[in-house]
């Protein structure tokens, strides 16, 4: 189960050590039989001689035979019983009072176990020389595992990278996502990336141009092939944002939206989700307030989400830091739909097809 033959050969080596330590004490016309049968109780685990050798053997040998034997038997035991209690969901609490009954029993009760490897599962993603095929593979193989850091094989399948699996969160019926983007600037560590402003005294990335614009970021997927996409982003209003309604009639390359645009891909853009920060909550220019004034570009559809920090007029040129935008809380007014998003703070895509295109975070205004 581990890597069986390399185990085997450690095995065979140990056998021939204590045959090599003890040949001087048995007779010489035993040795050559002596050694076929304990490379053969080696093979299948059970120290039993045949009862034809038995009768050839006098029975101060086979009782030191048997006695090393019975040693070599629980060492095997024991190991076996690490890699059954490390591998799968069958836990055995002792090693050493389990008859060679009740481990076959124990051995078809994990082969009828989905969650028994069936490659070294010691080793699955933990290696260069292992990668899994995806965080989504260990999740399903190993599923005691953590999330941590794994390797897994990227989409031209001849290399592996060395990603973060986020292997406990469960999306659209899934666990074992890749995670490619983690800022959280609550972290007095963390800093905004390249091309973003930090604002030091609320610890907030923004824009770092002027004008109606957009600043990105780009995060890379190391080439690994995906067809889904999970995620989450907090903010807040500062003066009055004009949301989805910034600009109606622009495309997915031009700043239309007051807000978080998440796309992949280049020439063109692809659309994933939009976060549209609008003025007013007791206003109608969320697409999904009722009533509502607007509706979303094609290329955006559904797949946004749209809130205000600010009930009702007058706006200032401030930051309002009391109402965090996109998670599904404070919701009032006309706005009050806006909040009904079943995922909330955290949005699911399933692309139309798979890609390994890197992703794009932008912040427009």
Not at 256 to 273: A, E, F, L, N, Q
């Amino acid at each position: 189960v581990f890597q069986p033959y390399m185990y085997q050969e450690s095995v065979y080596k140990e056998v021939n050590t204590a045959l090599d330590l003890t040949s001087k004490k048995q007779p010489k016309m035993y040795q050559k039989k002596l050694s076929l049968a304990v490379l053969l109780v080696a093979v299948v685990c059970f120290p039993t001689a045949t009862e034809s050798l038995r009768t050839r053997m006098r029975r101060e040998h086979v009782e030191w035979w048997l006695a090393l034997l019975r040693d070599f038997q629980k060492q095997v035991t024991q190991a076996m019983y690490s890699v059954i209690n490390s591998c799968t969901d069958v836990h055995i609490p002792d090693a050493n009072s389990t008859s060679l009954d009740q481990i076959k029993e124990l051995l078809l009760e994990i082969k009828q176990q989905e969650s028994f490897c069936d490659k070294t599962c010691y080793n699955l993603g933990e290696s260069q020389q292992y990668p899994a095929l995806s965080c989504n593979e260990i999740a399903e193989r190993m599923p005691h595992s953590s999330s941590g850091l794994y390797w897994i094989q990227n989409n031209a399948r001849s290399l592996s990278v060395q990603v973060y699996c986020d292997l406990e969160k469960e999306f659209l019926g899934s666990k074992g996502w890749m995670r490619v983007a983690n800022l959280d600037m609550t972290d007095p560590n963390q800093q905004c990336p390249p091309n973003f402003k930090l604002y030091a005294r609320d610890r907030l990335c923004g824009k770092s141009t002027d004008g109606n614009a957009c600043d990105s970021v780009k995060y890379t997927t190391s080439g690994v092939r995906y067809s889904k996409v999970c995620g989450r982003v907090a903010g807040y209003q500062f003066g009055s944002p004009d949301g989805l309604r910034v600009c109606p009639t622009c495309t997915i390359d031009e700043p239309y939206v007051d807000g978080v645009s998440i796309t992949h891909g280049d020439s063109p853009r692809k659309h994933i989700w939009t976060f549209a920060a609008d003025n007013i909550e007791i206003g109608n220019y969320c697409p999904c307030s009722s009533p509502t004034a607007i509706q979303p570009s094609s290329f955006v559809g559904n797949d946004y989400y749209c809130e205000s920090g600010l009930l009702r007029y007058p706006w200032d040129v401030v930051l309002y830091s009391d109402d965090v935008l996109w998670d599904g809380k404070r919701c009032d007014a006309n706005e009050a739909p806006c909040c009904d998003r079943p995922l909330l703070p955290w949005f699911c895509k399933e692309l139309p097809e798979p890609t390994s295109d890197d992703l794009e975070v932008r912040i427009c205004a």
